[in-house]
């Protein structure tokens, strides 16, 4: 199976303003898409996470979808992040995967954090998503669903694995920045698959500072490549399918896995 090209964008969201955080990208993925299967995106790319999504949600054919198709088919790659949708009178943060061929699918995030309130405003997600890309079956998600490793875990069925790669796009805060870089390897080792997490830098509409340190990080939860925390950086990598079968075949932890049912 062929290695899976990844681009990650670490960028400072302008606050609420969609036209400018999607013009912004349109210049960093111009100038470092060439050759990559998929592209990554923050959370809440078009506005940052603080924002009342009653003012700036979108529907799922909205300016920000329709971008996100053309930036898609002139790349070629899969283009993913999250934004607030509108369905119905209702909000959801929602991660989409757009393919060039213009379909995609979405995942509404499940865990909302409620510390900040985004309980009050967004309605959690009911379903997992996992997409197939090049023979490569993925998991993406979404900020605080990184610290439930329940939603998160892999599973292994007639010798088969769930899922190779788990991406998570946030807006993670610096003071929480140490959670962030051992959770995310973690996640690797307990699951026998990449990991990865693109987050934002700066500060959003309420001063809160942004931890940055994306990371794309290897089956044995050691880290390929790190952003720094205090600016925008890109990160690029090939993930290799045949290094994670030779790993996953030396050390198949998946065969003692526990059976396990999430109630929703």
Request: proline share 3%; hydrophobic share 40%.
């Amino acid at each position: 199976m062929q290695n899976l090209k990844i681009l990650c964008l670490q960028i400072n969201i302008i606050s609420n303003n969609p036209a400018q955080n999607r013009e912004q990208l349109e210049i960093k993925i111009r100038n470092h898409a060439d050759q990559h299967d998929i592209i990554i995106l923050p959370e809440a790319f078009t506005t940052g996470f603080h924002v009342d999504p009653a003012g700036f949600a979108e529907s799922a054919n909205g300016e920000t979808v329709t971008w996100m198709k053309r930036i898609s088919s002139e790349t070629g790659a899969v283009l993913t992040g999250s934004i607030f949708i509108k369905n119905k009178g209702k909000y959801t943060n929602t991660l989409i995967w757009m393919r060039p061929d213009g379909s995609f699918e979405t995942y509404d995030k499940r865990h909302v954090f409620s510390m900040g309130g985004e309980d009050k405003q967004v309605n959690k997600g009911t379903k997992q998503l996992i997409v197939e890309l090049n023979g490569w079956k993925i998991k993406p998600m979404i900020c605080y669903d990184l610290r439930f490793p329940v939603w998160t875990k892999n599973t292994m069925e007639n010798g088969k694995y769930a899922y190779d790669l788990a991406l998570f796009v946030a807006n993670w805060p610096e003071i929480r920045l140490y959670p962030w870089r051992q959770l995310l390897k973690a996640r690797a080792i307990e699951n026998l698959s990449y990991t990865i997490g693109v987050n934002r830098v700066g500060r959003d509409g309420n001063g809160i500072l942004y931890g940055g340190h994306s990371m794309i990080v290897d089956p044995q939860g050691k880290i390929m490549e790190e952003a720094g925390e205090d600016r925008e950086r890109v990160l690029s990598a090939a993930l290799s399918y045949d290094e994670l079968a030779t790993f996953r075949e030396k050390f198949n932890v998946g065969l003692d896995w526990d059976e396990f049912e999430i109630k929703m």
